[in-house]
């Protein structure tokens, strides 16, 4: 069964410092990933996706993640995290499987410290 | 291109009654996805519609219910509400026949039930 954890619920960075929020997932065959931003009383916005192309993928905002098949991660890093980016942010996988369902992680809440 | 629209934004019922949200998806997209948003049980879906089908279903009760229009709008009801089903109702609507397409979420409609 595929599946996707998010190791960290929550995560605190000082301004300035980069962010590390890790994206475990679990699945037959390659996936398609994706990791959502989602802003207090706001719906999810698309950070970036994964459908694979290049395993480095560069989204908005300054933010990227690497697809890495043998650690069946996805993690998504910012090497300078800005008060804006305080948020809530959800990884999702979407199996190949033709059911067209979406897994999404419990999320991991994202502090940043002026 | 317009986004996803859901209304009403805000609304608040009493325990018993009945609601129903509505949701327009972006133009061109055939499947309609709803999510449940709470602070316990975090993002939990619904079900989808796909060409005024229902295609996938999560774990709800028979209370929530949906459908999907001609143009591809959708809405969902709630009956006999709950004190537990005060959440954030999250639309989500894609193309629908990729195995690699992304979710566009709209803002959510906060549903408080008294």
């Known amino acids: 069964a595929q599946s996707v954890t998010q190791l960290d619920s929550h995560v605190s960075v000082s301004e300035g410092t980069p962010v590390l929020l890790r994206c475990n997932y679990s699945?037959?065959?390659?996936?398609?990933l994706f990791w959502y931003v989602q802003h207090p009383n706001k719906g999810l916005q698309l950070l970036l996706k994964y459908t694979s192309a290049a395993t480095l993928v560069k989204g908005i905002n300054g933010f990227e993640a690497e697809f890495k098949k043998s650690e069946t991660s996805f993690h998504l890093t910012k090497p300078s995290a800005h008060m804006s980016d305080a948020a809530e942010y959800f990884c999702v996988v979407r199996p190949p499987s033709g059911t067209y369902k979406y897994i999404f992680g419990t999320g991991t809440r994202l502090k940043v410290l002026a | 291109k317009a986004g996803v629209t859901q209304t009403p934004r805000y609304l608040i019922k009493t325990r018993g009654q009945q609601v129903t949200l509505s949701c327009s998806p972006i133009s061109g997209h055939r499947s309609v996805s709803w999510y449940q948003q709470t602070p316990g049980q975090g993002l939990q879906f619904l079900f989808e519609y796909f060409s005024e089908t229902q295609r996938n279903k999560g774990n709800f009760p028979g209370r929530f219910s949906g459908r999907q229009f001609s143009n591809s709008r959708s809405e969902m009801n709630v009956s006999t509400l709950e004190l537990g089903d005060s959440a954030l109702y999250l639309c989500?609507?894609?193309?629908?026949?990729?195995?690699?397409?992304?979710?566009?979420f709209g803002e959510g409609s906060r549903l408080t039930v008294l």
């Open positions: 989500a609507s894609s193309i629908g026949t990729e195995n690699t397409g992304e979710l566009f």
């Open positions: 699945s037959s065959y390659s996936p398609s």
